[in-house]
C-alpha cells in the first residue's frame, strides 16, 4: 500500500459509485494507472466488494440493539453452528465473535421494542446453547465509513 492505494480506497469508501475517469482525477494519475490499481487492490482481497449503505429507519427498522449472549458448551461447532442460525435472521445486521464475558455479540434492527422483545424470546432465548444473555438499545449511532491502513510508527 502507497498513497496512492490509499488515497483510492479512501475516496471508494466515500463513494463506490465514482467512475474510473472520475477516481483517477481526484487522485492525480492516468485512468489507465487507476484500473490496474483497483484490480490489483481487489485481487489483494484489500476490496472485497461494494454496496449500498442503508439506513435502516428507512426500511422501518426504528431500534437498534445489541445483543450480548453467553453460549454452552463454548466449541467451535457451537459457536459457528450459532453464527450460521443468526446469519439467516432478518432482524441481523452484524454478529461478532468477541472475547471477555459474552461470546457474541449480535447487532439487530427491527420495527420497535415488541418486536426486540419477540426476536430476544422467539430467537434468542429458545436456542439450547445460549446460557444467558442481555440487550442494549442503540440511542445514536456515529460509524466511521474510510477505513486507512495501520500506522505501525505509533506506540
Known amino acids: 500500500m502507497d498513497d496512492?492505494?490509499?488515497?483510492?480506497?479512501?475516496?471508494?469508501?466515500?463513494d463506490a459509485?465514482?467512475?474510473?475517469r472520475e477516481l483517477a482525477r481526484l487522485v492525480g494519475v492516468a485512468p489507465s494507472t487507476c484500473l490496474e490499481r483497483?484490480?490489483?487492490?481487489?485481487a489483494r482481497g484489500v476490496i472485497t466488494g461494494y454496496h449500498a449503505a442503508v439506513d435502516p429507519r428507512a426500511l422501518g427498522r426504528n431500534l437498534?440493539?445489541?445483543?450480548f449472549a453467553r453460549l454452552?458448551?463454548?466449541?467451535?461447532?457451537?459457536i459457528t453452528g450459532f453464527q450460521d442460525y443468526l446469519s439467516q435472521l432478518t432482524e441481523v445486521l452484524s454478529v461478532f465473535v468477541v472475547s471477555g464475558d459474552d461470546d457474541i455479540v449480535i447487532h439487530v434492527a427491527v420495527r420497535d421494542i415488541e418486536r426486540l422483545h419477540a426476536f430476544l424470546?422467539?430467537?434468542?432465548?429458545?436456542?439450547?446453547e445460549v446460557m444467558t444473555f442481555r440487550s442494549s438499545v442503540i440511542y445514536q449511532q456515529t460509524?466511521?465509513?474510510?477505513?486507512?491502513?495501520?500506522?505501525?510508527s505509533r506506540p
Open 64 to 67: 437498534q440493539a445489541l445483543v
Open 72 to 78: 454452552r458448551p463454548l466449541s467451535r461447532e457451537v
Open 143 to 152: 460509524a466511521t465509513h474510510v477505513l486507512t491502513p495501520a500506522d505501525d
Open 121 to 128: 424470546m422467539d430467537r434468542v432465548s429458545a436456542r439450547r
Open 38 to 42: 483497483v484490480r490489483a487492490l481487489r
Open 17 to 20: 459509485r465514482l467512475t474510473n
Open 4 to 14: 496512492t492505494d490509499s488515497a483510492i480506497l479512501a475516496y471508494l469508501q466515500r
